[in-house]
């Protein structure tokens, strides 16, 4: 089965820097989706990125970059120049081909300023 | 806003009762997924309908059911509610049935069962 590893409960970093938030995987596909969700205090879930596996191009979205290692299943997020609006809990997810998303449980990210 | 609606934003009630949750996708998109959000089991899928059919079970209790109608909006049912049901609840929705295309999430109805 596919599983989702985000070993950093939580996360803190300073306004203006940078920080880079670790998510493992497991899927026995060699096709598939990846995906960091974003979670503020209002509870809605808002994409930040996605990277298609068989695309070895990292991703990228203004601040936010992967670094994806699929040999190693491995899909860290890295935010720069943090602002305190990036102050949220962060899901890193899975798509195989078909229907459900696997979540993994979350790092909350604390910004300071 | 991601364009997926649901209603109730909250919902509070008494265990063994029943409740129903709906969910409006995207315009244009066919397949509506229900997930499950709690703290000791975090983010868990539920189950998907494309088109009026149900596709995929995930971690669904035999006490909830689902449906998705001819308009496309689906309804979640839970029944005997119990403590431990106690969640937020998203509906989110793709446009195909099995692909990779993006999930859009509503905004989640919090239940709380006292």
């Known amino acids: 089965a596919q599983t989702v590893t985000q070993s950093q409960p939580e996360m803190s970093v300073q306004e203006a820097e940078t920080v880079t938030l670790s998510c493992t995987y497991d899927t026995s596909e060699s096709d598939y989706y990846l995906f960091w969700y974003k979670q503020p205090p209002s509870r809605q879930m808002i994409l930040v990125i996605r990277q298609e596996a068989y695309k070895q191009q990292n991703a990228t979205e203004n601040r936010f970059s992967v670094n994806f290692q699929k040999a190693a299943k491995s899909f860290s997020l890295k935010i720069s120049d943090s602002q305190l609006g990036d102050a949220a809990m962060y899901f890193c997810a899975l798509l195989e081909y078909g229907n459900k998303l696997v979540f993994g449980a979350g790092t909350i990210l604390r910004v300071k300023s | 806003d991601s364009g997926v609606t649901q209603t109730p934003k909250h919902l509070i009630t008494a265990t063994g009762q029943r409740v129903t949750l709906r969910c409006s996708p995207r315009?244009?998109?066919?397949?509506v997924y229900w997930y499950q959000q709690s703290l000791d089991q975090g983010l868990q899928f539920l189950i998907q309908y494309y088109n009026g059919e149900e596709r995929a079970k995930g971690n669904i209790l035999e006490r909830f059911s689902a449906q998705q109608f001819p308009d496309l909006h689906s309804e979640l049912n839970l029944s005997s509610l119990e403590l431990g049901d106690s969640a937020l609840y998203f509906c989110a929705s793709s446009v195909a049935r099995v692909s990779y295309n993006e999930q859009f999430f509503g905004p989640g109805t919090r239940l709380t069962v006292l």
């Open positions: 315009s244009g998109d066919l397949s």
